[in-house]
């Protein structure tokens, strides 16, 4: 649970009640460790990063696959991206590990905004945190790659994350056209002209065919919501002020072609 430390008479005592604590750190970004309970029973460490001057956040973590799950929001360009690190099984032929990413729009209503973020600070950092909500899980079709080195144009940490395969969504795409952004920057992926030719990664026998890959991921436990509070100033209306947050967790499909079975070896298990 998360507190705000303003200068209302009853945060103190708000304050020794929480878990986590909402405290003033002006001007620079900020860094946050929380141990979270997968979905698996196993207990990670996510850490969360604030920048306020590039009005972004970041949220990593390790699967007990050993994937390593990185989120970015950057509330400038109205764009979220996830990264997965997958370690790739080398008796099987693979890399030594396989980057994917996926890029789209953000809504402001997500995840709390970078200045907020950049203020919070941990009580109890032994604690196991569990999501006070679990929202839904979304379904994206990524029918669309995303050139590297035009990318800057959607957002300037794409670069710095992302190396390899970068997809997004048509519905996103018409968007960000609509925005003005360069159309050279997307290519359209075979599935969206010729889907019935292609079967779900799953389903296909032969290492070496196209298929429909889907990954799933789950961001376990972020800051979804500010909590307000209202303080007892002899007043019938009294004064509202930032007194923590609402933790949520987040499951997400993204389905997206591959030329070879080969590059979606964990979908065998779906």
Same mark, same amino acid.
């Given at each position: 649970m998360f507190a705000g430390c303003t200068s209302a008479p009853s945060v103190r005592t708000l304050a020794r009640l929480c878990a986590l604590v909402l405290m003033v750190a002006v001007g620079f970004g900020s860094e946050l460790r929380?141990?979270?309970? %997968?979905?698996?029973? $196993?207990? /990670?460490?996510?850490?969360?990063?604030?920048?306020s001057e590039r009005d972004s956040i970041s949220l990593e973590?390790?699967?007990?696959?050993?994937? $390593?799950i990185t989120f970015v929001a950057?509330?400038?360009?109205?764009?979220?991206?996830?990264?997965?690190?997958? $370690?790739?099984?080398?008796?099987?032929?693979?890399?030594?590990?396989q980057a994917l990413c996926f890029i789209s729009r953000l809504s402001r209503n997500e995840i709390i905004p970078s200045e907020s973020m950049a203020r919070l600070r941990q009580k109890n950092p032994h604690v196991i945190r569990l999501a006070e909500e679990r929202k839904g899980l979304e379904q %994206?079709?990524?029918?669309?790659?995303?050139? %590297?080195?035009?990318?800057w144009q959607l957002s300037s940490h794409i670069h710095n994350m992302c190396s390899e395969a970068i997809y997004t969504s048509e519905s996103d795409v018409k968007y960000w056209l609509q925005k003005g952004v360069d159309s050279s920057i997307f290519e359209v992926l075979p599935? /969206? /002209?010729e889907a019935p030719s292609f079967q779900a990664c799953h389903s296909t026998k032969d290492l070496w065919q196209p298929c429909l890959c889907t990954?799933?991921?789950? $961001?376990?436990?972020?800051?979804?919501?500010?909590?307000?509070?209202?303080s007892r100033d002899g007043t019938a209306k009294g004064t509202t002020y930032k007194c923590g947050i609402r933790s949520c967790s987040k499951g997400y499909h993204f389905t997206y072609y591959v030329p070879q079975k080969q590059l979606c070896l964990w979908d065998e298990e779906t």
């Open positions: 929380v141990r979270v309970r %997968l979905s698996d029973g $196993l207990v /990670t460490e996510e850490i969360l990063e604030a920048d973590f390790k699967q007990g696959d050993g994937t $390593l950057d509330f400038k360009q109205e764009v979220k991206i996830f990264r997965a690190l997958i $370690l790739g099984e080398l008796e099987r032929g693979q890399n030594q590990y %994206l079709t990524m029918g669309s790659a995303v050139n %590297l080195s035009r990318a599935q /969206t /002209t990954y799933g991921l789950r $961001l376990e436990w972020y800051p979804c919501l500010l909590k307000y509070c209202r």
